[in-house]
Each structure stands twice: as structure tokens, then as C-alpha cells.
């Protein structure tokens, strides 16, 4: 019996293997997979091997998802640091100035006094020394800062100058902060947009059903191999069987034949012993000299007694 396993497995056939449900059929004969031993074991192993791969899959996955958006929110609160941190700056900075101002008015010192013009300049000859700073000194602007450093600063300018120096170090930490907020801004952007473009999830999730449709696949056809398996093996054994129930057969006829044979040769032969005897009693005296020889003659053909038992000799013939 051939079985043509080329057949096209649908989701009912794979639900049907795994719910011992009929399959294949061909002529006058259904395959149920209850009634079958489709390896179990390797079965399951098969079906649990595709779930680990499925679930490693979206583990994966997860976790790859899960470190990206772990990163875009730590860097969301570094952020947020960097903008305290520049908050707070600021806020110390703001208030210098404002006691820089206070201190100008102490001394009652215009905005447009000489004074007040050459601490503008000496301040900004401070400013064009801070890290990032765009400003910068003519040549004429370098001369009058060094002319007003060799006469000397005022005592107003001297302590103005103080405050400002105390400022430096907020000034510094506010730009540096200012600097790394962009730069990690302009990372998150980046990330978010990459977040929005990644389908991993859903590819994962793709590969995953693909993993386990090709599991199943391969559950159909280990339950097809091993029913073709057990119905070739089943279908030897009863070509076996009838084979032995043939030569059985035969040989009963054989002897049926053979005692056929037998009979039909002791039939003749006892005819012939009798009409023999009958001849012989003729000759003898008695019937007791004819019955040995008879006995002598059978003897001589090798014919048993046992043979012919139940012959019996009419004593009156």
C-alpha cells in the first residue's frame, strides 16, 4: 500500500493531528491519530522547543526595546538635572548683578559715568576669557583695559570686579550645562524619532507565529511519517500473516492430497488382497492358511498391518 504524502496541511490539519482527529485518507483507509503512536514525546519537545524560540524572540526583543527606552528616560532625567543645575546657577548669577547694581547706585554712579564705561570695559575683557565666550577685544579696547590696570581700579570697579569673579564659576557651569542640554536634546530627538520607526515588536511577533506555523508543520509531518511508518510496518506484518495462512493451506491440502492418495491405494490394495484370498482359498485347506498368506504377501510389499485394519475376511466367501 502506497501513501502519498504530498498533501497541503491546513490550520484544521494541524488542530487535527494534535486533537488525535483523522487527517489522511486514502482508499478504504483513515488515519486517526488516537489510534496511532506519533511519538508523543517528540512531539511535544517539538511544539515546546518552538515556544521557547518564539518566546526568546519577543524576549529579545523586549529587553532590546526595553534598554533603548530605559536610556531615553535616563537621559530625560539627566536633562532635567542639567536644567536644575543651570536653574540654579543662573539664579545665583542673576543675583549677583543685581547687587552689582545696588552697589553702583551705593556709590551713585550713572550707567553713562566714566567710571561705570571703563568697568564695562574691564568687564568685558573678563567675558572674552570664559570658555565659549563669543566676545571679543579690539585692539584700541586692549590698550585702554591695560592703561586702566596700570593706574588702578577704583574701589567701586575693584569690588564689582570681585563679585563678578565669584560669579565665574556659575557663569562657567551654566554655559557647560547649557551645552550638555543641547547635546542630549538633540539625542533624545533622535531616539524618539528612531522609537517611533522601530516595528521590532511586530516583526518579532511575525517571526514568532512563523516559528511556531513551521513547528506545526513539522508536528504534521512527524505524525505522517510515523503513521506511514506503523501502517507499512502493520500492513508487512499482515502480508506476513497471510503468507504463513497460504502455506498453511497448502500444506494441509498437500496431506489432504496425500491421504487422498493413501486411501485410494489401500482401497486397491485390499481389493486385491481379497479377491487374492479368495483365490488362495480355493488352493488351502482352511481360511486360517489363507490369512497367512496374506499376512506373507503384505509383508513382502511393506504394507502395514494397521493399513488395512478393518478388513475383514467373510469366512464363508
Sequence with gaps: MNINLNTTFTN??????????SVLKGQNNVINGKTLNL????LDEKKAQAKKDAMKLIRNAFEGDQKISNEFNEKKRHVEELIKDKGEADKIINDIENERKMLRDEYGLTEN???EKELKLL????????PGSDVSLSEEERKAVEEIKERGLTEYQSRSMEMLDYAKNYIVKSYANTLEIQDENRSLGMMERE?????SMIDVKKEAKKLEEEANEQVVTIAMDEAKDNIDSD??????????IKEKK????????????????????????????????NITSSVEEAQQEVKEMMSKMNILEEDIKGITVDDNR
Design 12 to 21: 484544521e490539519n494541524i488542530k487535527a493531528v494534535n486533537n488525535g482527529q
Design 39 to 42: 511519538g508523543s514525546n517528540l
Design 113 to 115: 559715568s566714566q567710571e
Design 123 to 130: 568687564e568685558k575683557d573678563f567675558r572674552s576669557g570664559l
Design 195 to 199: 522609537m517611533l520607526k522601530n516595528t
Design 235 to 244: 500492513i508487512e506484518e499482515k502480508k506476513e500473516e497471510a503468507e504463513r
Design 250 to 281: 497448502e500444506e494441509i491440502e498437500e496431506r489432504i492430497d496425500e491421504s487422498k492418495k493413501r486411501r485410494d491405494e489401500i482401497r486397491d490394495f485390499s481389493e486385491k488382497i481379497l479377491d487374492g484370498a479368495e483365490s488362495m482359498s
